[in-house]
């Protein structure tokens, strides 16, 4: 394998070993990538450290997290990047254009109440698995001619701690259950039985759905310093982005691609 070419910022060459443990907390797919990783890390914090003492930016240091505090350097580039990049607050408009581009988002979740009885298998063993599925066409046959008997049957046959509450879940919303349950859950009427098994990874479900509230979309009012917030936060990181793109361009950088292939590929 030939010997890597040298990495250089403005003609100094980065030290490989101090590449070589940067890399560790740059995790990638391969050593020579998180190498590469870590070469553009100290390459942007030598810019920023740079342009730092060029504007003469002084900063103490402060806490980063609880019990740790900031390095000197960490600090120094905080304060430059909070010179150079400004927070700049989305107006009226912005807000209420992303909000209604964005509604399913500020949609307060669907809410169910069921319950089940479930007959446990593994969908690999077949004949178990089946098993399930007759065992649970038969208390559905049952409850089809006394739907009352929906909480003995439970108590007695269902494989799931819910049998203890007579298979009731309580109150579950969306994503809280695997999608063959759910699915169902949004076709039954209220008071429902399913008129087939339910079949997930778990075995075969008698469903019955007890109740259900479809969310209401949230008013902007209610959602708006959030997506102020969000919009804020999007733009200083394209600022951010660009400001290090700046210093990068104007420096002289052999030996490593400062944009990742991934990122030139998106581009």
Same mark, same amino acid.
């Given at each position: 394998?030939?010997?890597?070419?040298?990495?250089?910022?403005?003609?100094?060459?980065?030290?490989?070993?101090?590449? $070589? =443990?940067?890399?560790?907390?740059?995790?990638?797919? %391969?050593? #020579?990538? !998180?190498?590469?990783? /870590?070469?553009?890390?100290?390459?942007?914090?030598?810019?920023?450290?740079?342009?730092?003492?060029?504007r003469a930016i002084a900063a103490e240091p402060q806490l980063a997290a609880p019990g740790k505090r900031e390095l000197d350097d960490e600090a120094k580039i905080r304060a430059l990047i909070e010179a150079a990049i400004p927070v700049a607050e989305p107006g009226e408009d912005a807000c209420r254009a992303f909000y209604e581009a964005n509604g399913p988002r500020f949609r307060s979740p669907d809410l169910f109440e069921a319950s089940h009885i479930l007959f446990a298998a593994h969908p690999h063993?077949? $004949? =178990?698995?089946?098993?399930?599925?007759?065992?649970? %066409?038969? #208390?559905? !046959?049952?409850?089809? /001619?006394e739907p009352g008997r929906f909480e003995a049957i439970a108590r007695e046959r269902s494989e799931c701690d819910s049998r203890a509450n007579g298979g009731r879940l309580g109150q579950i919303t969306h994503g809280q259950t695997v999608p063959e349950f759910e699915s169902v859950l949004y076709v039954l009427n209220e008071g429902d039985i399913a008129a087939e098994p339910v079949k997930s990874r778990f075995g075969a479900h008698v469903l019955r759905l007890d109740a259900r509230a479809?969310?209401?979309?949230?008013?902007?009012?209610?959602?708006?310093?959030?997506?102020?917030?969000?919009?804020?936060?999007?733009?200083?990181?394209?600022?951010?982005?660009?400001?290090?793109?700046?210093?990068?361009?104007?420096?002289?950088?052999?030996?490593?691609?400062?944009?990742?292939?991934?990122?030139?590929?998106?581009?």
């Open positions: 394998m030939a010997p890597r070419s040298p990495i250089k910022l403005n003609g100094v060459v980065l030290p490989p070993h101090m590449i $070589a =443990a940067e890399a560790q907390h740059h995790p990638a797919k %391969s050593p #020579a990538a !998180a190498f590469e990783a /870590a070469a553009r890390a100290i390459i942007i914090r030598t810019l920023l450290l740079e342009e730092a003492n060029r063993d077949t $004949a =178990a698995y089946d098993g399930a599925v007759a065992r649970a %066409s038969e #208390a559905i !046959a049952e409850l089809l /001619a479809f969310g209401d979309t949230l008013p902007f009012e209610y959602v708006r310093d959030r997506i102020a917030a969000f919009l804020a936060e999007q733009t200083w990181r394209r600022d951010v982005a660009r400001f290090v793109e700046s210093l990068v361009s104007c420096a002289e950088i052999e030996g490593v691609e400062m944009a990742p292939a991934r990122d030139k590929e998106a581009a």
